[in-house]
T-cell receptor, first 110, second 112 residues
Framework: QKEVEQDPGPLSVPEGAIVSLNCTYS??????FMWYRQYSRKGPELLMY????GNKEDGRFTAQVDKSSKYISLFIRDSQPSDSATYLC??????????FGTGTSLTVIP | SAVISQKPSRDICQRGTSLTIQCQVD?????MFWYRQQPGQSLTLIAT?????????ESGFVIDKFPISRPNLTFSTLTVSNMSPEDSSIYLC?????????FGPGTRLTVL
């Protein structure tokens, strides 16, 4: 079983839609949860960083962590064509290695 | 956040040759990381490079194949040695304070 599972998509939505991106994981020791955005031919860019369970909001982006279900989500409100990218979840324990999902490809259609 | 640059941005290489990828950071950092990103797969950590000590390699990666240098706190190189088509991938360096990692733009390598 992979440490982190992420639906690769692709996901295509109309402009203005609410987007939900999700990851599940198997290691209960994970405490740090990140979402990265990666545009084509660019390196991943850190979007959101959350410690332990709960919600975190930053503008149109909301990250949710449910440790009891080992499930994390990223919501994008009022999606824009500029949000079209691949979104990667990542997580780690108290020390050491990051574990990344395979990424979900998102296209927002004008 | 740190600003990270990589050279080259892309290259096409012949089987059996080696390529050295450079990573430059705009601030001093203790730890630098090298990742590989293959199509449809998650980012895979190759090694962690600390200044002044040997790099620490993850399972499946060895120093003879991926030698790393870390001569100072702002620079590192990764060499992909004796390349085969299976080494075709994007190679990324990253740095991080704690659990927030920042990535360079990547080096897109194609091996023929």
């Amino acid at each position: 079983q992979k440490e982190v599972e992420q639906d690769p998509g692709p996901l295509s939505v109309p402009e203005g839609a609410i987007v939900s991106l999700n990851c599940t994981y198997s290691n209960s020791a994970f405490q740090y949860f990140m979402w990265y955005r990666q545009y084509s031919r660019k390196g991943p860019e850190l979007l959101m960083y959350t410690y332990s369970s709960g919600n975190k909001e930053d503008g149109r982006f909301t990250a949710q962590v449910d440790k009891s279900s080992k499930y994390i989500s990223l919501f994008i409100r009022d999606s824009q064509p500029s949000d079209s990218a691949t979104y990667l979840c990542a997580m780690s324990g108290s020390v050491g290695q990051f574990y990344f999902g395979t990424g979900t490809s998102l296209t927002v259609i004008p | 956040s740190a600003v990270i640059s990589q050279k080259p941005s892309r290259d096409i290489c012949q089987r059996g040759t080696s390529l050295t990828i450079q990573c430059q950071v705009d601030s001093q950092v203790t730890m630098m990381f090298w990742y590989r990103q293959q199509p449809g797969q998650s980012l895979t950590l190759i090694a962690t490079a600390n200044q002044g000590s040997e790099a620490t390699y993850e399972s499946g990666f060895v120093i003879d194949k991926f030698p790393i240098s870390r001569p100072n706190l702002t620079f590192s190189t990764l060499t992909v040695s004796n390349m085969s088509p299976e080494d075709s991938s994007i190679y990324l360096c990253s740095v991080g304070p704690g659990h927030e990692q920042f990535f360079g733009p990547g080096t897109r390598l194609t091996v023929l």
